[in-house]
């Protein structure tokens, strides 16, 4: 029989789930036994998890029976939704009223949702400010993941609502790094002015999951934002400056140009960034360094991370 206490891991193969994963599975002597979620058990990723002690197994979040298998027996569940794979908010809620559900069924003791603001509850639909998005949103990746709170609420599902930050790994994996200019040097595009954009580690954010799951039923019910250091972008260009050894600048494009980029998700990105930057002092405060550093003290800061990862932002 196992003693420890179960928890399911979605996106276990990816960046948030990952972290949480991996960071349980390193505490050998913790309480937790990890469950591995992934559509392909067959995987190289996967087949990392199994090996470093994870039961893997197999579900797709729009398949209602395989979530619920997955949850069977378990003591709690990391649920993360994935936005940037379809671009759509109303399958983000679809998804997060079938997490709730199945939580609520399998009568789990302690849910982690991993959400973000609905800015609509700074900026109504018909605020000129910045356009509204597929007709009933203003950052559809965040909104549809804000509102998606009320469904663990109504279900009565035991549940710690994680904000979440950007990613410094986007640098990496999301083209948001530097960029040659026509003079040679790099420009680091942030439409955000002087304000202060939080970030993380992505690692970081599933040792902190794991931090909340820690202690307790103590943060049940409560909202934990979660960052490793809020920066502007002139800061994170000198950071970057230090850690790859040339000139990189603060381009700071205004949002309305951002939006026109053209990429897939460039006006919802900056609507993001805008509201980042407009509503910067909320946004900050809503995500503690100091308590972030509580709940993971391996807690990482954009220096340390460039460290060991700027070799790894394509400069091209
Ligand atoms: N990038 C940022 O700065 C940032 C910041 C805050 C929040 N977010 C949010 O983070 C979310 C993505 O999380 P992430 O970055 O951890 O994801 P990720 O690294 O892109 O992917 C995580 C894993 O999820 C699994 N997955 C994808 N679709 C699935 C589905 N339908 N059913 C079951 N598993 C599925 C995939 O695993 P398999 O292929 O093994 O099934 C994938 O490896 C997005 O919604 C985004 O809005 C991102």
């Not at 206490?5 to 789930?17: E, M, S």
């Not at 797709?60 to 378990?74: K, M, N, Q, S």
């Not at 800061?235 to 400056?241: F, G, N, P, T, V």
């Not at 919802?268 to 980042?276: E, I, R, T, V, Y």
Request: proline share 5%; with cysteine; net charge negative.
């Amino acid at each position: 029989m196992n003693a420890k206490k179960i928890i399911t891991v979605f996106g276990a193969t990816g960046a948030q789930g990952g972290g949480l994963a991996h960071s349980m599975l390193e505490d050998r002597d913790g309480p937790f036994a990890v469950r591995a979620v992934t559509r392909d058990t067959a995987s190289t990723a996967a087949r990392a998890l199994a090996a470093a002690g994870a039961e893997v197994v197999a579900a797709d979040l729009d398949d209602a029976a395989a979530v619920e298998r997955a949850l069977d027996g378990a003591f709690g569940a990391y649920f993360v939704t994935f936005f940037w794979a379809h671009f759509s908010p109303e399958r983000e809620l679809a998804e997060a009223r079938c997490l709730a559900q199945a939580a609520r069924a399998a009568g789990l003791e302690h849910v982690i949702w991993s959400t973000l603001e609905d800015t609509r509850r700074w900026m109504s639909l018909d605020d000129p400010r910045m356009p509204t998005l597929m007709g009933k949103y203003k950052v559809p990746h965040f909104d549809a993941k804000g509102e998606a709170d009320q469904y663990f609420r109504d279900a009565g599902v035991p549940t710690t609502f994680l904000l979440t930050s950007f990613y410094w790994d986007n640098l990496i994996h999301f083209g948001s790094g530097p960029k040659p200019a026509a003079d040679g040097k790099l420009d680091f595009v942030l439409p955000m002015g002087n304000a202060r954009l939080p970030g993380i580690a992505a690692e970081d954010i599933g040792r902190c999951a794991h931090g909340i799951f820690r202690r307790g039923a103590e943060l049940i019910g409560q909202t934990v934002g979660i960052a490793g250091e809020h920066l502007t972008g002139a800061e994170m260009a000198a950071e970057l400056a230090r850690a790859l050894g040339r000139e990189v600048r603060h381009l700071d494009v205004p949002p309305e140009v951002y939006r026109g980029f053209g990429f897939p998700g460039a006006d919802d990105l900056g609507n993001m960034f805008q509201f980042k930057r407009d509503f910067n002092a909320d946004f900050c405060a809503a995500r503690s360094v100091e308590r972030s550093r509580a709940l993971n003290p391996r807690l990482q800061t954009f220096a340390q991370w460039l460290a060991a990862n700027a070799a790894r932002i394509p400069l091209g």
